[in-house]
């Protein structure tokens, strides 16, 4: 496994866990040092007792040196990242170029490349032309097999997948690497092999489609609260539907991440590279750009348009729950905006204080929930960690006519109206 990021380290130490011998690679010193001793740098649950598991085994090692590892391997995974370029919507691959070439350096017998990070359509072509340089095509063939991990939930995922996509025309890469799912698809996971092609895009047109639901949704609750009616009752009467479904039509703050932001801008930008207009994607970037925008209107609004000096509670910072992964989080746009306006504010959430926030005025994180609350004049529940659901918010806040506002819609409404609480939920 080539990169010890997200997709890398999980995807490694779940096949290490399936019985198979698995080399970890990254260039980081520290990280690598770090993951001998059983440190993990990700928050990701279960995964510290699998790392820790699997090494003891023999199953799993860590290296920083990626020609011992290819040598050594009959499968090697490109698991490096492809973020954004600056002012552009374009995937930086120099990455996963920059793995291509060394990988390239050290193929001496038949080896398997499979591509696991999320690039554009006919990257893979790419990757076969940096490779055919230094190696001979009967050496190696190269493979597209897209990950479908979920921050949180990345273990049951990997070891529970709806399917399994392999890219390729090459039958013995095919046979292969069926076999190297067996375990998965004997559970259950529907097994597709398709074109290198068509598996890069089946991964940008999955996070497209699930950015859309989201932003869908967001768009129906601003309309929900300006007609009073109940989001949620909406999200259940369409989600009965088969054809529509239930998952990701709950109504929140933008979506953030490392997935969906990035892959939305790549798939336009692909787009516009072979002359095609994906508008619907287009519309959907601009309506989640715009939702954090919207989101602190309606605090303001909350507030009657007195923000200075108010004392403003964020529960949860991170884009979700059970995950540290601070990226393109609302929290970034909500915080600064809010103490540029005279607010102070604390934070909690459990994966502890975030560096993000450090250069902001009057921006305090906080060790426990309790803290955080105390005199708040606003609490925001931002992210929908399990800490936050059965809080006696009453006994919490020393204010007497303190303010929830509910952007996950996560608290029992009855018991928050039996309290007396001022409460605001998203699309309500």
């Not at 399917?163 to 004997?186: A, D, E, M, Q, W």
């Amino acid at each position: 496994m080539i990169g010890t990021g997200y997709v890398g380290l999980v995807s490694g130490v779940c096949f290490a866990d399936l019985g198979n011998e698995v080399i970890c690679v990254d260039k980081d010193v520290d990280k690598i040092s770090k993951l001998k001793r059983g440190i993990i740098p990700i928050y990701e649950p279960g995964l510290s007792e699998l790392v820790k598991k699997n090494y003891k085994a023999k199953r799993l090692s860590f290296t920083t040196s990626i020609s011992d590892a290819v040598q050594k391997s009959n499968i090697i995974f490109l698991c490096v990242g492809t973020p954004t370029k600056k002012n552009t919507n374009a995937a930086d691959l120099s990455q996963i170029f920059n793995a291509a070439k060394e990988v390239s350096r050290n193929i001496k017998s038949s080896k398997i490349i499979i591509n696991k990070s999320t690039v554009p359509v006919t990257t893979g072509d790419q990757i076969e032309k940096i490779i055919s340089k230094k190696a001979k095509k009967k050496y190696f063939s190269v493979v597209s097999n897209p990950e479908f991990l979920r921050e949180g939930e990345a273990i049951r995922d990997f070891t529970f997948p709806d399917r399994v996509i392999i890219g390729t025309s090459n039958k013995k890469s095919n046979r292969i690497l069926k076999s190297l799912y067996s375990p998965l698809i004997s559970k259950g996971a529907k097994y597709i092999n398709t074109s290198r092609r068509g598996a890069e895009l089946i991964k940008y047109a999955s996070n497209a489609f699930l950015a859309t639901k989201i932003s869908f949704i967001n768009e129906i609750a601003n309309l929900c609260e300006k007609t009073d009616v109940n989001v949620e009752d909406v999200s259940i009467g369409m989600g009965l539907d088969k054809r529509i479904g239930g998952r990701f039509l709950r109504a929140g703050p933008a979506y953030g991440g490392s997935c969906f932001p990035k892959d939305t801008r790549a798939i336009v930008d692909t787009g516009s590279k072979f002359k095609t207009d994906l508008s619907i994607i287009k519309s959907v970037i601009r309506s989640n750009e715009n939702r954090s925008k919207l989101l602190l209107l309606k605090v303001s609004k909350i507030l009657k348009n007195k923000i200075k000096n108010k004392k403003i509670c964020f529960l949860g910072v991170t884009f979700k729950a059970n995950t540290d992964d601070m990226r393109e989080s609302s929290s970034l746009t909500m915080i600064p905006s809010l103490s540029k306006k005279g607010a102070l504010i604390k934070y909690y959430d459990p994966t502890g204080y975030k560096n993000e926030f450090s250069k902001n005025k009057n921006v305090f994180n906080c060790t426990t929930i309790e803290e955080a609350c105390f005199d708040a004049d606003l609490i925001i529940i931002h992210t929908e960690w399990n800490d936050f659901k059965s809080l006696n918010y009453k006994k919490l806040s020393k204010k007497k006519n303190f303010i929830i506002y509910d952007m996950r819609n996560i608290l029992p409404y009855d018991k928050i109206k039996k309290d007396k609480i001022k409460y605001f939920g998203i699309g309500k």
